[in-house]
């Protein structure tokens, strides 16, 4: 039996980032029902040829980068190819930011408001990053 897990990104620090595409991914291809919702300061790392080298909080964030961990959107994106997650880009950050959905990165769903985010998460697990 599957349960959902339905992540929220808000944080544009390494280790949130990196913490959030290790449940997404590790979820997902335990063949839970995996949604990721991302929004505020995590939205522009998946921006079409952003830069992936979000900064660090602390020495773990140092500590991933120099022994070289699997790059958080690597690992969102081997969630969505291997286990079938969905991720979605928050409408309302992408309206702030003037995005539009051929700016984001192909393996992001269509943009997704916060109220049918939660309104899906509500009979499963929600973690927040």
Known sequence: MSNRISIMVVSGTIERLQMAAMVASVGAVSGND????LSMNALPFFRKGADDRAPAEGEMGKLLVEKKAPPFKQLFENAVELGDAKIFPCSMAMDVFG???S???PYLGEPLGLTKFLDDAREGQIWSF
Do not use: C, S, W
């Open 34 to 37: 995996v949604t990721v919702f």
């Open 99 to 101: 995005y539009d959905k």
């Open 103 to 105: 700016d984001v990165e």
